[in-house]
C-alpha cells in the first residue's frame, strides 16, 4: 500500500512539474500601442498601460500556454485631451465608466524557438473578433531586483477598426490599426 502511494505521489509530482505556470502581468512595465494613418500627413499613436491579465506558461510545451488580459478604457492616452474626448465620444466608443478591453487566447502555434502565433478573441467596443498576435518570447529568468521568475514578450497584430464599430472618417483615417505590445510578467506567488 505504501508503495502504491509513494509511486502515486511521485507519478503527481512528476506530472505537475510540466504543468502550466501561473505568471500575473507587471501592470507599470505592460503597454500596448496603436498606430494609424491620419489622412496620410501623419501617423497618430497612443498607448493604453495598467491593465491586468495573466499568462499560464508551459515552458515544456509553449502551445499549451494561455494568455488572459484586461484594460480599462479610460487608460488610453493619446497625448492630447481633445482627441482622447472625442474617442470617447458616439463617433468611436461611445464611452461608460468601467469599460473594458479584454483578449483571452483559444490557441498558440509555436513558430521558432521564442516565437509563436497567439490566436484569441479580442472584444472591443462590445464587439468580439478572432485576431492573431505574432509573439516573441524576449527574456525569461529571475528578475534582479524583484529576486522571482520574470518573462518579457512583444506582440504586434493589425486590427481593422470598422470591424469593432468603430469606423468614424474611414478611410480618410485608416481603418486599419498597427498594435505592439509589449509585456513583462512575474511568476504567481
Same mark, same amino acid.
Given at each position: 500500500?505504501?508503495?502504491?502511494? *509513494? ?17 500575473? *502581468? /507587471?501592470? &507599470?512595465?505592460?503597454?500596448? !500601442?496603436? &498606430?494609424?494613418? %491620419? ?11 495598467? +491593465? ?7 515552458? =515544456? ?11 480599462? !478604457?479610460?487608460?488610453?492616452?493619446? @497625448? ?5 474626448? %472625442? ?5 468611436? +466608443?461611445?464611452?461608460?465608466? @468601467? ?14 524557438? =521564442? ?5 484569441? =478573441? !479580442? $472584444? ?9 498576435? /505574432?509573439?516573441? *518570447?524576449?527574456?525569461?529568468?529571475? %528578475?534582479?531586483? #524583484? ?6 514578450? /512583444?506582440?504586434?497584430? $493589425? ?12 478611410? #480618410?483615417?485608416? /481603418? =486599419? ?13
Amino acid at each position: 500500500m505504501k508503495s502504491m502511494i *509513494l509511486a502515486a505521489a511521485l507519478a503527481f509530482g512528476a506530472s505537475s512539474a510540466f504543468a502550466a505556470e501561473k505568471y500575473v *502581468l /507587471d501592470a &507599470s512595465h505592460s503597454q500596448v !500601442l496603436f &498606430s494609424y494613418s %491620419h489622412l496620410g500627413y501623419s501617423t497618430t499613436y497612443g498607448m493604453f498601460s495598467g +491593465f491586468e491579465g495573466e499568462i499560464m506558461f508551459d515552458a =515544456d510545451a509553449p502551445e499549451n500556454s494561455s494568455v488572459n488580459v484586461s484594460m480599462p !478604457l479610460a487608460s488610453m492616452f493619446t @497625448g492630447w485631451e481633445q482627441r482622447k474626448g %472625442h474617442f470617447m465620444t458616439a463617433d468611436f +466608443f461611445d464611452a461608460k465608466e @468601467g469599460d473594458m478591453i479584454t483578449f483571452v487566447s483559444t490557441g498558440i502555434e509555436v513558430t521558432g524557438d =521564442d516565437t509563436a502565433k497567439i490566436t484569441g =478573441d !479580442l $472584444t472591443l467596443n462590445e464587439v468580439t473578433k478572432s485576431v492573431v498576435l /505574432d509573439a516573441k *518570447l524576449n527574456k525569461s529568468g529571475d %528578475h534582479p531586483m #524583484a529576486g522571482k521568475p520574470w518573462m518579457g514578450f /512583444d506582440a504586434t497584430t $493589425t486590427v481593422t477598426r470598422s470591424d469593432f464599430g468603430l469606423g468614424a472618417f474611414a478611410p #480618410a483615417v485608416s /481603418d =486599419d490599426v498597427a498594435l505592439n505590445i509589449s509585456v513583462e510578467a512575474m511568476k504567481a506567488e
